[in-house]
């Protein structure tokens, strides 16, 4: 679990609302555009949805193995 995130976060660690990656789940997945996404949107999006996010963070973990 925590492999993929420190995969999906690389080179965006201590800014990770900056990540090409992430701002693409996040746009396919909530509908906002990509470059509109704040820290702030970033935030309330992972306080919102952090029972799917841990959810989908423990399937990724399953399928890396």
Same mark, same amino acid.
């Given at each position: ?8 976060? =690389? ?14 789940? +996040?746009?396919?997945?909530?509908? *906002? ?12 999006? *992972?306080? *919102?949805?952090?029972?799917? +996010? ?8 399953? +399928?890396? =193995?």
């Amino acid at each position: 679990m925590l492999r993929f995130l420190w995969q999906s976060t =690389k080179g965006y660690r201590l800014r990770p609302w900056a990540s090409p990656y992430l701002r693409w789940r +996040m746009e396919t997945y909530w509908g *906002l555009d990509a470059e509109a996404i704040a820290p702030s949107d970033f935030r309330a999006f *992972l306080w *919102l949805h952090r029972t799917e +996010m841990f959810r989908f963070l423990r399937w990724a973990g399953r +399928m890396a =193995k």
